[in-house]
């Protein structure tokens, strides 16, 4: 099963890459992801669930993944080296939480968040939409 309600009436997901080497657990509070159009976004498909460090656990496959960076270095994206896929990562906009990919969660989870669209091309002058 990859939902479990909590007291407080969030909920727990389960999820993770492909090939099932990283599975994480992610506390939402709120059904709502972005859809970024920059290059890596656009290329992954990643649909953002931006998350703090406390809502988010890797339950396994730590040394399954590995990480690219580019431009400013701050975003740490992390893959599974078995399968490629991103199930989250570090990003430039929020360094210290995380941002699990919508698309990765088990289920359909998928299917209960409204996704709303980030014009990551211009992430300078539009960043402030999704950082206050």
């Not at 730590?62 to 896929?85: D, M, P, R, V």
């Not at 996704?115 to 960043?127: A, Q, R």
């Amino acid at each position: 099963m990859s939902l479990l309600t909590d007291s407080n009436s969030n909920t727990n997901i389960f999820g993770g890459c492909h090939c099932g080497a990283v599975r994480f657990q992610v506390k939402v509070r709120k059904y709502e992801a972005i859809a970024c159009n920059c290059s890596i976004c656009q290329k992954k498909g990643i649909l953002h669930l931006i998350v703090p460090p406390e809502d988010f656990e890797l339950l396994q496959g730590a040394e399954n993944l590995s990480t690219y960076t580019f431009n400013t270095g701050i975003a740490k994206h992390h893959f599974c080296k078995t399968c490629g896929i991103h199930p989250f990562y570090r990003p430039r906009s929020h360094p210290d939480d995380y941002d699990v990919n919508v698309r990765c969660l088990d289920g359909a989870a998928m299917e209960q968040f409204t996704i709303t669209p980030f014009d990551g091309k211009h992430w300078e002058d539009n960043i402030q939409q999704i950082t206050s």
